[in-house]
């Protein structure tokens, strides 16, 4: 239902402002740009989904072989301790702890192209205890907030992008991503975990200040690099790891004397049948969200959002990057574009410019992952996903501007 009204939300409010456009400067231009936005999309939306056929089925098919090799399960004992407090509806050692692990251990590294077919296989695995097929459980919830909430240890992508923007100081958001999108990460839980009533037992928070020890211990470590030994750490590290998973998993299917290309091919085949299921979720979101885009309502509220900030008295210094944060919840692309004009305009290295960097870094595409991971398993009632995502993200954007003004100022 949520999804329903936000997706009339942003039809109808695009529509309105470009009919008020029209009246007010009789130019019917604007039309045309929200019209052909909405068929550029539709086609970019396709686009999007086939691009991501190759990707599915490699590592669908590598997460078959693991399966059987019993990776998973391995990974599933691993976790559940912490997994069962605040996945509590989660039969004991089920396979979708394997999976979420694998999920968040390729977002951590930056490897969105392996997260995705790992978060995929994570839903449908939650999806098959799911007893209303139609209705998201309090697990898948719980699964897609933390993901949305983008946690990362190694930023490469948007230092490679300051990097081409001509940056001298690229690796300087390093630190400041990670601990504003850890800040997203601390929010979701307690967002999510208070409305479900969690039990914040000694194990729970043993397990989230252990977390945070040993993510701020590779902060530490990061941090006393220069930027060019940062920029070849974030470059090889991730890399290198998911090449090794990819070899330890093939060579556990040997040990366990598995036919390791059949098992390969079994689990690729699902591929193409995952993208065939969130192609219409996709297109129906981010056209939405294009005509939200293309219409200038976005820009509409970036500025009465400045206003409003401006009349608090507060430094409204930052507000120039407030574009990205607002965009990134709807669209990774379209809050990159943001980011990559926000540096031409200002330079890669101002403050405005380092602080759009750290807002791409503070969260994910909350709307794009819930139309991806909720239709790929046919969900349509998302209950409190949407607004816990996005407070989540509220949270994580004031983090940032606040790490912003510590680093940058």
Request: glycine share 10%; net charge positive; hydrophobic share 55%.
């Amino acid at each position: 239902m949520a999804l329903n009204y936000i997706w009339f939300f942003f039809f109808i409010i695009a529509f309105a402002i470009a009919l008020w456009k029209w009246i007010i400067t009789g130019d019917p231009l604007i039309f045309k740009t929200v019209t052909e936005g909405i068929f550029k999309s539709a086609n970019d939306s396709v686009d999007l989904s086939f691009k991501l056929i190759g990707i599915m089925t490699l590592f669908l098919g590598f997460m078959n072989i693991g399966e059987k090799a019993g990776a998973i399960r391995f990974l599933s004992k691993l976790v559940a301790p912490f997994f069962s407090k605040l996945f509590p509806e989660l039969p004991p050692k089920h396979p979708a702890y394997g999976h979420m692990m694998m999920n968040f251990s390729a977002n951590l590294l930056g490897l969105d192209n392996a997260a995705t077919p790992f978060g995929l296989k994570a839903m449908e695995s939650l999806q098959s205890i799911n007893p209303d097929k139609e209705k998201a459980t309090n697990a898948q919830i719980m699964f897609l907030v933390l993901h949305t909430s983008g946690l990362t240890l190694i930023p490469l992508t948007i230092i490679s992008y300051r990097l081409a923007a001509g940056s001298t100081e690229a690796a300087s958001i390093f630190i400041p991503c990670v601990l504003a999108t850890i800040c997203t990460t601390l929010a979701s839980i307690f967002i999510v975990g208070f409305k479900q009533k969690l039990k914040w037992d000694k194990v729970l928070l043993t397990w989230l200040l252990g977390l945070v020890a040993m993510v701020a211990g590779m902060l530490f470590f990061v941090q006393q690099m220069g930027a060019e030994q940062k920029e070849i750490f974030s470059r090889v590290t991730g890399n290198m790891i998911l090449l090794l998973l990819v070899v330890l998993i093939i060579i556990g299917g040997m040990l366990k004397k598995i036919n390791v290309f059949d098992a390969f091919i079994d689990g690729a085949k699902g591929g193409f049948d995952v993208i065939l299921k969130i192609i219409p979720y996709l297109v129906g979101m981010l056209v939405a969200i294009r005509v939200f885009r293309d219409s200038g309502a976005l820009g509409y509220l970036v500025d009465g959002l400045s206003w409003v900030i401006g009349l608090t008295g507060v430094d409204t210094a930052f507000t120039p990057a407030l574009p990205i944060a607002i965009m990134k919840p709807f669209s990774g692309s379209g809050a990159r574009g943001l980011m990559i004009d926000v540096m031409k305009s200002n330079g890669p290295d101002s403050f405005v410019g380092k602080l759009a960097s750290t807002f791409q870094g503070s969260a994910d595409t909350t709307f794009y992952i819930i139309a991806l991971y909720f239709g790929s398993v046919g969900i349509k009632k998302v209950r409190y996903a949407i607004w816990a995502g996005v407070l989540a993200d509220l949270l994580g954007v004031v983090a940032a501007i606040l790490i912003g003004y510590v680093f940058f100022s």
